[in-house]
């Protein structure tokens, strides 16, 4: 089971904040644990990328919801790691302070070392990529067991031709006159505090450093085109109706090299010709003639995994349930299954022959099938809450 902790408790935020009270909230984490402020502090590197993972999902509506929904278990599939704050790269953490924070906020606060290595050295060249979202169908097995998919999808993929970078050739690529290639431009203004300096991104080139003098033909100095790709999904074991899995960079691909996007893949389920789902647990209906709940008998009946033969016994009432223990769909990233219950009903004929008619009519009257409130079943659902709690 996952010891991770409450997303919303990292960032001291409920439920209920709103993007502000988020983004203000992770501002004040954020600044407490900086490295900067805790040189060599281990503890405080952990809390700090903690604080950035708590960020990336709360500050994402989709992410949001599937995280209020599911907790910790709706983010497995993330492709970026989510799930384990200390797989995430520093790089990426501080890649997000010029929309959290305003550009080289902690180069101005620590001397230039934390903006430096965050906002100028690790920006991506070129403009990311949007996100792309699919809705992927889903038998019964294929929830319980997991599946590898496979699906074309219509989107912005790199340019073969220049490469993705959006220009003719190496050539028509130069260093920016702006900035002189470091994608930044520094301004010094005098205030009542003396001299202050602020640092932006460069307007001309938007960061990267190069501007294309002779633009690709094929994608326009996109650097990029829209075709069809194949991309393989991997579907953990235990997921739901409406989960939401994330395959990281196989999204959109970015403007001029920058990085892809992500494939949200929203899940749907296939309704079962027989079964019906109930959480983790599977319900199936079983009708049997009245000589085999009289006598009893071996029935078969489906499964999610196949078919699987139960005895029923002698006397066998209507609204009997029988369960299969393990015979339900698994919990996601937990060893927890649920069951099948199978729910039984006595068929009543709808045509009888003069002969059967006769031998029923002699049955009529007889004490043994006379129905008796005191010995009646309990109802489906008093059943279930007595196996359930």
């Not at 502090?41 to 599911?70: G, M, N, P, T, V």
């Not at 431009?185 to 190069?210: D, I, S, Y």
């Not at 079983?286 to 002698?314: M, N, R, Y």
């Not at 049955?363 to 659902?381: C, I, L, V």
């Amino acid at each position: 089971m996952s010891t991770k902790r409450d997303y919303y408790e990292i960032l001291g935020v409920s439920k209920s904040a709103n993007a502000d009270e988020i983004k203000k909230a992770y501002r004040k984490v954020a600044m407490q644990f900086h490295p900067d402020r805790n040189p060599g502090d281990k503890s405080a590197e952990e809390k700090f990328k903690e604080a950035a993972e708590a960020y990336e999902i709360l500050s994402d509506a989709d992410k949001k919801a599937q995280y209020d929904r599911f907790g910790h278990a709706g983010m497995a599939g993330n492709g970026r790691g989510f799930g384990g704050g200390s797989n995430m790269n520093m790089d990426d953490i501080f890649s997000q302070f010029g929309d959290i924070f305003g550009d080289d906020v902690f180069g101005s606060f620590f001397g230039g070392s934390g903006g430096g290595r965050g906002r100028g050295q690790s920006r991506a060249r070129g403009v990311r990529g949007n996100n792309l979202r699919i809705k992927l169908k889903l038998n019964f097995e294929e929830m319980a067991r997991g599946a590898s998919k496979t699906v074309k999808v219509k989107k912005h993929v790199a340019c073969s031709t220049c490469g993705g970078s959006g220009a003719k050739d190496k050539n028509a690529v130069q260093t920016c006159g702006t900035c002189g290639g470091s994608g930044q431009v520094r301004k010094v203004t005098n205030t009542f505090l003396g001299q202050m300096q602020t640092v932006n991104t460069c307007p001309a080139c938007n960061g990267e450093g190069t501007t294309i003098t002779n633009k690709c033909t094929s994608c326009k100095g996109e650097g990029r085109v829209y075709a069809e790709e194949t991309v393989n999904i991997e579907i953990p074991a235990g997921v739901q109706e409406g989960m939401q899995l994330s395959v990281s960079g196989r999204g959109n691909s970015g403007e001029r090299g920058g990085p892809p996007g992500d494939l949200i893949v929203l899940i749907e389920e296939e309704a079962h010709p027989q079964l019906h789902r109930d959480g983790l647990n599977v319900i199936y209906d079983l009708h049997i003639s009245f000589p085999d709940a009289a006598f009893g008998a071996q029935v078969e009946v489906p499964t999610i995994d196949g078919k699987a033969k139960i005895k029923i016994p002698p006397g066998t009432q209507s609204g009997k349930i029988f369960r299969l223990k393990g015979k339900g769909f698994p919990a996601l990233n937990s060893y927890e299954k649920g069951d099948e219950l199978i729910h039984v009903n006595i068929w009543t004929p709808q045509q009888i022959s003069p002969e059967e008619k006769s031998m029923l009519e002699k049955m009529q009257h007889s004490a043994n099938f006379q129905p008796n409130p005191e010995k009646s079943e309990k109802s489906f659902f008093e059943k279930v809450k007595e196996m359930f709690g």
